[in-house]
T-cell receptor, first 114, second 115 residues
């Protein structure tokens, strides 16, 4: 079955450490997205990519970085500059060529500070 | 720019009772509207979507929603809820120019079904 795989499911970060969250999709979707979810705040867009080797900042990109070297992969790095990284991170993908295709989501990674 | 308001952060309801989860949006252009459901520690699953045509759309698990352009609303309803419907529900909007590449989410409504 096609879908989006996020790993790990749970991740712990030490002070001053960078961590990378993995997102892989086998839906052959062009566009991929990273969201941060905090209680009572819904989903906020961190970064998105509409095509390989291209990505744009979302609403809360500070302290995060991404890469899009392959169509199926869109890893997110939470850097030490992100002072409040504890949250649930969701990866999504969509077909860029079909404007009314809603986004498909992975099962998320929960990041906590040690 | 678009925005979505879900006025009710929590909705408790007894099993087999009807429920309505409210969603209002603002946009200067025509929109697509969606409802997603999220079970604990999982991603979001699409419940239903309004793209065009009939304003009453039916989704999975017995849910339906009605698009009301004059009131800029897209409320989600179910005539009889089950325990398994306990989850968080998100309303989302995108505009017809940018499509799914720019989804704006509400802050969510936590539905708790009481036995």
């Amino acid at each position: 079955d096609g879908g989006i795989t996020q790993s790990p499911k749970y991740l712990f970060r030490k002070e001053g450490q960078n961590v990378t969250l993995s997102c892989e999709q086998n839906l052959n979707h062009d566009a991929m997205y990273w969201y941060r979810q905090d209680p009572g705040q819904g989903l906020r867009l961190i970064y998105y990519s509409q095509i390989v080797n291209d990505f744009q900042k979302g609403d809360i990109a500070e302290g995060y970085s991404v890469s899009r070297e392959k169509k199926e992969s869109f890893p997110l790095t939470v850097t030490s500059a992100q002072k409040n990284p504890t949250a649930f991170y969701l990866c999504a993908s969509s077909n860029r060529d079909w404007n009314n295709q809603p986004q498909h989501f992975g099962d998320g990674t929960r990041l906590s500070i040690l | 720019a678009q925005s979505v308001t879900q006025l009710d952060s929590q909705v408790p309801v007894f099993e087999e009772a009807p429920v309505e989860l409210r969603c209002n949006y603002s946009s200067s252009v025509s929109v697509y509207l969606f409802w997603y459901v999220q079970y604990p520690n999982q991603g979001l699953q699409l419940l239903l979507k309004y793209l065009s045509g009939s304003t009453l759309v039916k989704g999975i698990n017995g849910f339906e929603a009605e698009f009301n352009k004059s009131q800029t609303s897209f409320h989600l309803r179910k005539p009889s809820v089950h325990i398994s419907d306990t989850a968080e529900y998100f309303c989302a909007v995108s505009d017809m120019r940018t499509g799914a590449n720019n989804l704006f989410f509400g802050t969510g409504t936590r539905l708790t079904v009481i036995p």
